[in-house]
């Protein structure tokens, strides 16, 4: 199935390559090359180009290309799943992908790349089983790994990889049992120039970090099930029991994971947590820019990490700004006008404005620009999403458990 | 087949050859850099091999000769090491030293040299010899170093692979994982026969991880290969069915590769794969629900055949289908009324309802390959679920949405209703990368109804004043295709345009002129005021597409703006020469239309314009001048056509469709890579059309074997064959080809493993002497069967063998664990039962087969890897070959006088012993003849000596009178020949006995090979070799007698003899305990064995010459 990967770096330098059958010249990212030189931004590039002799499929993430060579039909969405696979693996173990880091680790790396694919086709993709066989580079291991002379590549198969369970390692141990929860929701949402709500939906997912001994098995419910609209689960949860019970029951793997992502979608109302009253308008050479911000729906909750982006018309050279709180800067290359307000005071409303100055001779734009919103909000589920209890089974020992709530500002954009 | 192995032999025996003179070469270069140690290893090495060819020429003389020329001239043999030489001289040194540090810092820096994509192919004598490292980072560098460049250094790679043969033993799975990964991903092709070999044997290994790498090796032995088809499928036809959840999705994989025509293979398989679908690892779903989309097309019936009329109803309800689609199925509704009422077969069923749980996956591509599934598949009422998972995947990342978003425009152009209620998802954002913006823009126009239009056009609007001016033209032009498609809505649309064609832009004004263009064609009458208005705009607009529309308008619709019309002409022909090539052809048309309709105004200026373009630079040009002055101005002799030439030019043009792009993806298998770049990919294979008629559904059918149900063994397998008998003994026959197929093969290619991969009757106690007889009669059949190709005579030959099958079946059945791997044993068994009855006449074709490989393709020490495969496997089960012979006699433990009359005897079994691999399995035979009942006989205290264990028979609790009971005890002597003491228990009494085993029955038969014999023989020599003569009596001095003698005192396995008349025969064992070799030599009036253990070595000698003479 998959060839070879190339990683390429922002400026088009193929940095690192992996051939997992013949190896096929690298002259063909020059296709790849071509493809890219004819867009304008990175994100445009085609994920899927068609060579004469071979397909290439690529992902941009973090400034970098993977691109994957194919000889053969594939899903496509294969491949890009995969890539996004090794991506991840790669920022689990180098707390980072970049680079540098791929550079630096190239060994790990490599070694990696070996086990994840085995000519073209996947073979150990989950996080646990690869982290048994590669552990992953920490100072202190180097250290030890000198001195003992250890390596750091298992030697025997790891357990997982074979019982029913392949997510999860087997033999953990902990002297403090905990299981954090964190339940997630980014409100995405589109909001026009009257201040109406074009669309609106919740993106939620539970990000978990569980270290507990053993093989304790998990169960946990919501309140309010029902809220949940379009589910998708990590693997080790078991879908009959959600079916008949609604009921998250799993045995979940060691460590960091994402155990659910679900979707509260446009027809049921959202709250929309903050209210944004932009004005732009535009004369010959100037223009007047106004906007303000302030908290709507957020059960008393305060509103932080607010950041407002704007990418301003091309014609726009420049803005003069006085934000009454934060600070804002104005990038006269790409246009993009960025304010970071902070924290929202609901007795002090922020607000900036000032004049903008355009290009003389050029006719002022017609489109007035998009502004996207993020800020977080601590403590609230906006969906209202609860969950009721967690339960375990299987061992002994009583765990610390967890819960925290986030929610967040997703796709979140006005129009003005 | 065995000429084909004599001659895949012969090429690698000469290949060998080549080797020997690159060692050479290597060992003269090399001498300033090796340590003295390591020279001696290459040398040795180099010997090994001329050895091995000398000694393959004296057994096989016919000709090596037509190869060698091409294989000496190689260019990795020669002067290849000189130009390099300096170059990594110190990554050389550090390889070459003993330190494991400085090789690893080495093989790490070659690595980054490998990922940086420099040649590093020079270093390859120098890293493969690492590759039996110890430290095993070390390794898997050298593996991966290895794989890159064996392509490009085949001799030199011929090197490891030895080590790898080695690592296919080895007691870890991982390493024997890792060695077949390794093995079979060297692009060498001299190797295919160990490949193929090496994949045989893993396929049956008992850890599921390395049966799946063994899945992964089969695509890759293909390409290497594709000669080696035949034997793959039979390899695959054996994977898919296994069992385990790991192996399915890589064989699902290697299938496709390899076979995908062949679905025959899968209906077996069908029900069992839908039942694992849901635990098999995320990447083998998404391979599987693929394989089963296009299986499921050959299967079943199109299940939406039945909704057609209402879909009808619905269509004229939209109103708005093209005529195609309509003809399509006027024809099916003819088909219609004859039809029974559809009624879904129960697999199609199950396969949708395993495969629907999978749309929650996190992985974007299962729950593609599932909405793919369901669109080619479902009825049409259950399709629409899979348009929310769809929907929730567009929030992943960049590359996902654009694939799902075409994947959803090609859908929502079949499936409108669909994707309707999940409209606002398909927004566009500003953040959104253009490609992605274009997409969404295709959906909302393909979705767009009469209830949602007016929140499009909304959305629309707001897309115009967008400053990425090909999305704005894109908007522009989707706007057109809701005009056209919603009746309702033209009108709005149409201001919109208008109102867009005063834009600053031009580019904006000219997409809309020609969509205007489009619309007004659909419905001219009404629209004077835009023909006008768009007159008008002829001076302003420069954008020649722009203008050539215009242009074109005013000419087909000139009787609604006579007086304009005439007026935009002479403006054009001023400027003619100055226009776009795409504008003349158009003022061309204008002029020629207008002279048409009102000549008097216009035949000067159309004149005028004809001049002007017979001497234009463009020939096209010239050539439609030519033509209308033909047409128009006839001259004397044509004529014929100019009085049609108003029908022709003024002839009502029927509207352009505005369709969706995506109409024609159809075509392609939704989720495919042929669908994303909209051409035929290498390797797409098409997807079937449903058949007509339902293919027999019988075939999926699988008989379940029931693994607890061995209690009842003799209900159970009378049972099938009454039920369902001509499919019963359709299936097992198939089931027999394959296993008769299967041995036949592995005898075959060679390597004598007829019999060492045939095991001892792992059933142990259970296993009467009845059934084994009777189960060994029925395998020799199946083995007659498969070897005088039994196409023809299958059914009647399974039919006469229906009360010899059941026996068959009732094997896997005792064993309940690893039905797979119970059924291979159970060939196995029959085999080997096979060569106990074929021993009468030692059987030349499998000796014939065993010398030939011997000789030819592996060295000694190879074969033995290969064969070592299945020794080191701790299984006792598929290991060691059963005993040639059953010992009868059994020895008095307690006298029923001594011990109030409970007697006890014992007899070895020679069974493999059912509590651990390295016991003696005992049997104890009780028997109360005391006149009162013995209550609970257990086991007592044992004094064993050092090194010794003992495992408990279960206690016995109540002995009748009269009767008796056996249990069975295992002993492990630890290789020694001291008795093991113990006590045995009554209620009442204790008994201290002591068994003492012979020393034949401290050994475990193995086969070999002769060459294998002699090859360790030749190890064990000095002390651990004892002989001593014997002068064996003329009435026993004929093979059989011998080997019958020999059978009893000891349990061996005889060694196929190359050539009977040697009048020597060969044994060969392992002790129980530590597996060390017994081998054996009788003949030439000498005993002799070589063995580590020395006491075991002479006893064993005395004992049998003390058999070999009794009379």
């Known amino acids: 199935m998959i060839h070879s990967l190339f990683m390429i770096n922002p400026s088009g330098d193929i940095f690192m390559e992996k051939h997992w059958k013949s190896v096929i010249g690298r002259s063909v990212c020059d296709y790849f090359f071509e493809a890219q030189n004819k867009v304008s931004c990175h994100d445009d590039v085609p994920s899927v180009i068609s060579t004469p002799h071979h397909y290439l499929i690529s992902i941009y993430r973090n400034q970098l290309f993977f691109v994957a060579v194919v000889q053969n039909e594939v899903p496509p969405l294969f491949v890009i799943e995969f890539l996004h696979r090794i991506f991840d693996t790669f920022s689990e173990y180098f707390g980072d992908c970049t680079e540098t880091t791929i550079k630096e680790h190239y060994v790990v790396v490599y070694e990696l790349l070996e086990e994840m694919l085995d000519s073209g086709f996947p073979l150990a993709t989950e996080s646990n089983v690869l982290k048994e066989l590669i552990k992953p580079p920490n100072i202190l291991r180097a250290v030890v790994n000198t001195v003992t002379g250890s390596s750091n590549v298992a030697d025997t198969l790891p357990s997982g990889q074979l019982s029913n369970v392949p997510w999860r390692r087997s033999g953990v141990k902990y002297t403090n049992n905990e299981a954090y929860f964190d339940v997630i929701e980014e409100v995405d949402c589109i909001i026009d120039k009257s201040g109406s709500v074009v669309f609106a939906e919740i993106q939620g997912h539970i990000e978990c970090s569980v270290k507990l001994s053993g093989m304790p098995d998990l169960t946990m419910s919501f309140v309010n099930h029902r809220l949940l609209d379009d589910v998708s689960f990590h693997p080790c949860v078991r879908f009959k029991r959600w079916e008949s019970e609604r009921v998250l029951s799993f045995v979940p793997p060691d460590g960091n994971f994402q155990l659910l992502t679900y979707h509260i979608g446009a027809s049921s109302l959202t709250a929309i947590p903050v209210y944004i009253k932009p004005n732009i308008s535009f004369r010959d050479n100037s223009g007047r820019f106004e906007l303000s911000i302030g908290p709507k729906q957020t059960m008393g909750k305060n509103v932080e990490n607010v950041v407002i982006t704007s990418d301003m018309p091309k014609q726009v050279l420049n803005m003069n700004l006085t934000p009454t709180q934060g600070t804002y800067s104005f990038d006269p290359v790409g246009k993009t006008l960025t304010w970071e307000v902070g924290k929202i005071n609901p007795q002090r409303l922020p607000s900036i404005k000032g004049s903008v100055s355009l290009q003389s001779g050029a006719p002022p734009p017609e489109a007035n620009p998009t502004i996207n919103v993020q800020f977080s909000i601590s403590t609230l589920a906006i969906s209202g999403v609860k969950v009721n209890r967690l339960d375990m089974y299987g061992e002994k020992y009583k765990p610390f458990k967890g819960v925290k709530y986030i929610t967040k500002a997703g796709k979140f954009q006005v129009r003005m | ?1111």
Request: proline share 4%; with cysteine.
């Open chain 2, 1 to 1111: 087949m065995n000429r084909e192995n004599l001659k895949m032999c012969f090429h690698l025996a000469s290949e060998n050859s080549s080797i020997t003179t690159c060692h050479g070469k290597m060992a003269d270069r090399y001498e300033p850099v090796l340590s003295m140690r390591d020279y001696e290893n290459l040398s040795t090495m180099a010997h090994h091999s001329q050895a091995e060819q000398r000694s393959y020429a004296n057994e096989k003389t016919p000709s090596t000769g037509p190869m060698e020329p091409d294989v000496a001239s190689d260019p990795a043999s020669g002067g290849f090491f000189a130009a390099d030489y300096k170059k990594h001289e110190d990554l050389k040194s550090m390889l070459d030293g003993s330190k494991d540090n400085l090789k690893l810092e080495a093989m790490k820096r070659i690595i980054g040299m490998i990922a940086k994509g420099k040649d590093a192919s020079d270093l390859f004598a120098a890293v493969v010899k690492n590759v039996v490292s110890k430290n095993i980072e070390v390794k898997k560098l050298v593996y991966v170093y290895l794989v890159r460049y064996a392509e490009e250094q085949q001799d030199l790679a011929l090197l490891s692979i030895s080590t790898f043969q080695k690592g296919l033993k080895d007691p870890n799975q991982l390493i024997r994982a890792s060695a077949l990964r390794v093995l079979s991903s060297i692009r060498v092709p001299m190797i295919v026969p160990i490949m193929m070999l090496a994949i045989k044997e893993s396929v049956n290994d008992m850890s599921p991880y390395v049966r799946k790498t063994a899945a992964h090796a089969i695509p890759k032995l293909y390409s290497l290969d594709p000669e080696q088809k035949d034997q793959l499928i039979e390899v695959i036809e054996k994977l898919l069915a296994d069992k385990t959840t790991l192996v399915a999705g890589s064989v699902v994989n290697a299938f496709e590769e390899v076979c995908p025509d062949r679905i025959d293979l899968i209906h077996k398989n069908f029900r069992k794969l839908c039942n694992l679908l849901i635990d098999v690892e995320e990447w083998g779903q998404i391979v599987i629900i693929n394989m089963l989309t296009r299986y499921s097309r050959t299967q079943f019936l199109d299940p939406n055949k039945a909704d057609m009329i209402q879909e009808e109803q619905e269509k004229s309800f939209y109103g708005s289908e093209s005529d195609k689609d309509d003809d399509e199925d006027d024809e099916e509704k003819e088909k219609e009324p004859v039809k029974k009422p559809y009624v879904m077969d129960a697999d199609h069923r199950l396969l949708l309802r395993s495969v629907k749980p999978l749309l929650q996956s996190r992985n974007s591509a299962v729950v593609m390959a599932v909405a793919q599934m369901y669109h080619h598949l479902a009825p049409k009422n259950e399709v629409g679920m899979i348009a929310k998972p769809l929907v929730r995947l567009l929030r992943s990342h960049r590359e996902v949405q654009s694939v799902v978003l075409s994947n959803v425009a090609t859908m929502s152009a079949k499936r409108r209703g669909m994707f309707e209620p999940f409209l606002k998802s398909f927004f566009v954002r500003s953040s959104d990368p253009t490609h992605i913006r274009l997409l969404k823009l295709e959906i909302l126009t393909n979705i767009a109804g009469e209830t949602s239009i007016a929140t499009i056009l909304r959305e629309l609007q707001t897309y115009v004043t967008s400053s990425d001016k090909d999305f704005v033209a894109a908007t522009i032009q989707a706007i057109g295709r809701c005009a056209s498609n919603i009746s309702e809505v033209t009108d709005s649309c149409m201001n919109g345009l208008m109102g867009l064609m005063s834009n600053r832009d031009e580019a904006v004004v000219a997409e809309s002129v020609v969509v205007i263009k489009k619309l007004l064609q659909m419905n001219p009458t009404e629209h004077k005021e835009i023909i006008r208005h768009m007159a008008k705009l002829a001076d302003a607009i420069t954008v020649p597409m722009a203008r050539a529309s215009i242009l074109w308008l005013i000419g087909e619709y000139s009787d609604r703006v006579p007086k304009i019309a005439p007026d935009v002409l002479r403006k054009m022909a001023k400027d003619f020469t100055n226009e776009e090539d795409i504008v003349k052809l158009q003022i061309l048309n204008l002029g020629a239309k207008l002279y048409l309709t009102n000549s008097k105004q216009t035949k000067l200026l159309f004149q005028y314009v004809l001049n002007l373009a017979k001497y234009d630079q463009n020939y096209d040009i010239r050539d439609r001048a030519r033509f209308l002055r033909q047409l128009i101005f006839p001259g004397e002799k044509g004529g014929a056509l100019s009085k049609h030439a108003k029908k022709i030019f003024l002839a009502p043009k029927p509207a352009p469709v505005l369709e969706s792009v995506f109409k024609d993806r159809d075509q392609f298998q939704l989720g495919s890579l042929s669908h994303i770049i909209n051409a035929r990919a290498s390797g797409y294979i098409e997807l079937p059309d449903f058949p007509e008629v339902m293919p027999d559904p019988t075939v999926r059918n699988v008989e379940e074997i029931h693994a607890w149900a061995s209690n009842d063994k003799l209900s159970s397998k009378k049972k099938p064959v009454r039920k369902s008998k001509s499919f019963y003994s359709s299936s097992s026959s198939e089931a027999e080809e394959l296993s008769g197929s299967a041995s036949s093969d592995e005898s075959g290619s060679g390597d004598g493993s007829g019999s060492s991969t045939s095991e001892s009757d792992s059933d142990g106690t259970s296993s009467s002497s009845e059934e084994e007889s009777s189960s060994s009669s029925e395998s020799s059949s199946s083995e007659s069967d498969s070897s005088s190709d039994d196409s023809s005579d299958k059914e009647s030959d399974s039919d006469s063998d229906v009360p010899a099958k059941p026996v068959k079946k009732a094997t896997p059945k005792a064993t309940p664990t690893k039905t797979k791997g119970s059924k291979k044993d159970a060939g196995k068994d029959g085999q080997s039962n096979m060569q106990l009855l074929n021993f009468d006449d030692i059987g030349p074709p499998v000796q014939a087969s065993g010398a030939g490989l011997g000789g030819g393709i592996l060295t000694p020490a190879l074969a033995t890897d290969l064969q070592g495969l299945s020794i080191s496997d701790k299984s006792p089960g598929t290991t060691v070959s059963s005993a040639m012979f059953t010992p009868t006699q059994t020895y008095e433990l307690l006298n029923r006088m001594n011990s109030q009359g409970l007697a006890a005897t014992y007899r070895f079994t020679r069974n493999v012993c059912i509590y651990s691999a390295t016991m003696v399995s005992v049997e104890l035979n009780f028997t109360n003849s005391s006149d009162a009942v013995i209550q609970t006989i257990k086991l007592g205290e044992s004094k064993l000596s050092s090194g010794m264990k003992l495992h408990e028979f279960p206690e016995v609790t109540n002995l009748g009178v009269g009767k008796s009971v056996s249990v069975t005890l295992g002993i492990d002597y630890g290789d020694t020949t001291q008795p093991a003491n113990f006590e045995i228990c009554t209620e009442s009494r204790k008994f201290s006995v002591s068994i003492k085993a012979p020393v034949g029955e401290l050994l475990q038969p193995i086969s070999i090979s002769e060459r294998e014999f002699q090859s360790e023989q030749s190890k064990l020599i000095g002390m651990n070799e004892n002989s001593d003569k014997v002068s064996i009596p003329d009435a026993i001095n004929n093979e059989k007698a011998i080997i019958s003698r020999v059978a009893e005192v000891a349990n061996v396995q005889i060694v196929p003899a190359s050539d009977p008349e040697h009048l020597t025969y060969r044994f060969a064992a392992k002790t129980l305990s530590t597996g060390s070799l017994v081998l054996l030599t009788v003949g030439k009036g000498k005993i002799t064995t070589n063995c580590e253990k020395m006491v075991i070595g002479s006893m064993l000698v005395k004992d049998i010459k003390k058999s070999l003479l009794k009379v």
